[in-house]
């Protein structure tokens, strides 16, 4: 195989692993159940090898495709993406053999967005539970953009904060290259970042007045969540769960209420999904 590092993960990637296992499983389960859902996929829009090795236990530990493979009652399809060549010919032959599995080699932003949610019509019937944990901020607004108007794709979302703090939030905003705004806009959607991750500072003296600081890792991402609600129309997005202290993981429901009022998929696993660290109540129920 081509792979001949893998990724070392320590407590908080083992966590998120057991949370989205977690969740596929009760995802899986409830639409299992829906006799109107003709069809329901996972996507892993930065998949990886499948493989991690565990800093704790210096183990090998299946990734987020394989934990999804395993999910019983099965999706109807997977869709694992990864930019990177020898890792998605590692998930390739790893996944060899069997058809319900679909493995692409390129830009996730590009794939998804003309691939692999197109098909996933909600009056088709079809559903979709895609997991967005990228490994940078190299994620594009129109991704979430496309999903949004859908109303038939639910998302699992990792907000890469570190990313923003190290290259783009920068006390001197002035002095982050245009490579880094632009990269930020594309991630964002558009420059309005610029006013909400930005604000005045208490007590300013006179002379002062055009001083500005970043604001709170919380606030980052409740900006971002009121983005997703406001902008790209999703009806459900609850709090975020904070993994680490400058990295915060989103989880967004894109399920809408329909015209008979029937609830979304997101609260009738608020009792299908309890204890452990992934519990209904994280899900904002």
């Not at 915060?248 to 660290?277: D, E, W």
């Amino acid at each position: 195989m081509g792979i001949t590092r893998y990724d070392e993960v320590g407590y908080w990637s083992e966590l998120k692993l057991d949370i989205v296992r977690k969740y596929a499983q009760a995802y899986s389960t409830v639409l299992s159940k829906d006799a109107r859902i003709r069809r329901y996929i996972y996507i892993d829009a930065f998949a990886g090898p499948g493989i991690h090795i565990s800093k704790q236990t210096r183990e090998f530990i299946p990734g987020s495709p394989l934990n999804a493979l395993n999910v019983c009652p099965p999706f109807s399809e997977y869709h694992f993406i990864d930019l990177d060549g020898d890792k998605a010919k590692h998930l390739r032959e790893l996944t060899e053999g069997d058809p319900s599995v679909t493995v692409y080699n390129g830009d996730c932003n590009q794939i998804l967005r003309e691939q692999v949610f197109p098909p996933a019509r909600y009056t088709d019937y079809h559903r979709a539970l895609c997991l967005l944990d990228p490994y940078a901020l190299n994620l594009d607004w129109k991704v979430i953009q496309t999903a949004g108007p859908m109303q038939s794709v639910e998302i699992f979302l990792n907000l890469m904060v570190m990313d923003m703090h190290m290259n783009i939030l920068w006390r001197k905003p002035e002095d982050v290259s245009p490579a880094q705004l632009a990269r930020m806009n594309v991630f964002w959607g558009d420059d309005s970042w610029r006013h909400r991750l930005y604000c005045k500072p208490k007590g300013l003296l006179p002379g002062f007045e055009k001083m500005e600081e970043k604001v709170s890792n919380a606030a980052v991402a409740e900006a971002y969540r009121e983005r997703l609600q406001q902008v790209a129309g999703f009806a459900y997005v609850p709090a975020p769960m904070p993994m680490l202290v400058a990295r915060l993981s989103i989880t967004c429901s894109l399920h809408r209420l329909t015209g008979r009022g029937r609830r979304s998929y997101p609260t009738s696993l608020t009792g299908t999904v309890k204890g452990g660290p992934f519990d209904g109540d994280m899900l904002g129920h």
